[in-house]
């Protein structure tokens, strides 16, 4: 299926790796003109060569911190044309409210949250002024799934998720579309982390990772691809009414929640 892409500018953070470099290979794959934004310059130029010799697309990459001061305008400064912009970089820590102290939580929240919703402002005006963009949100089902030993990463996901239905209730009378997207465990370098952390809490053990997802639908976690597929059909006409909500994949976790 075409998407209507091609040629698109589509700005991505946390663009190095995980589900950032699944969504630069994946609007790549679709035509589109691409500004990758991470840390790292090495992992960044080399997708950048990866995506142009595989697609023939255009890719342009910054390497920068995104919470130092000025990082936000040399962001707009690089890519303030974008079509899309996918706000997705920035991992929270995890622990319970003892365990991350406010340093971590600041830190945590100025990356992710702060980071996500001060480049929307920077970039919502230049959209609107040409006429229309769309802004996704890679937000996680920690903010539906209230975990107290994720309290930090809860609490600001359900404030991203706020934060993306307040907006998008209202930008379509600017011409743009504002949606988040909610995955669950999806199978990066980080989950692994995660899961292994997990194993050995509950089961003193890291080596017995295994265990704990055979406890998820399917047996596994999402892939990357089954993520990054969803946000570029979001980023599409295809969806072109869709805004002001909040798209969950996690293979029904939220939804399995019951009572007995």
């Not at 992992?43 to 995506?51: P, S, T, V």
């Not at 370098?189 to 704990?212: F, P, S, T, Y």
Request: charged letters at 20%.
């Amino acid at each position: 299926m075409d998407m209507k892409l091609a040629g698109r500018r589509v700005l991505i953070t946390g663009a190095s790796q995980g589900i950032g470099e699944g969504l630069a290979r994946s609007f790549a794959a679709e035509g589109c003109r691409l500004a990758l934004t991470a840390r790292s310059a090495d992992r960044l130029g080399a997708l950048a060569a990866e995506l142009h010799a595989a697609h023939g697309v255009h890719v342009d990459v910054l390497a920068l911190d995104m919470t130092r001061p000025g990082a936000i305008e040399e962001i707009v400064a690089f890519a303030g044309d974008a079509d899309v912009l996918v706000n997705n970089a920035g991992a929270i820590p995890g622990g319970t409210l003892w365990d991350v102290d406010e340093a971590r939580w600041r830190q945590g929240w100025e990356l992710k949250v702060f980071g996500y919703i001060n480049l929307t402002r920077a970039l919502y005006p230049l959209m609107k002024a040409r006429g229309g963009g769309v802004i996704l949100n890679n937000i996680g089902n920690g903010g539906q799934n209230f975990d107290f030993n994720y309290i930090a990463g809860s609490t600001g996901n359900a404030a991203l998720m706020a934060f993306t239905c307040a907006l998008g209730g209202r930008s379509l009378e600017d011409g743009i579309r504002v949606v988040g997207v909610n995955p669950g465990p999806v199978g990066t370098e980080r989950i692994v982390k995660v899961m292994k952390n997990h194993a050995a809490r509950l089961l003193g053990d890291e080596a017995r990772a295994d265990e704990l997802l055979a406890a998820y639908p399917l047996g596994r976690t999402a892939t990357v691809e089954e993520v990054a597929d969803l946000f570029v059909y979001l980023a599409s006409p295809r969806s072109s009414y869709t805004s002001g909500t909040i798209v969950t994949v996690d293979g029904g976790i939220t939804s399995k929640r019951s009572v007995a």
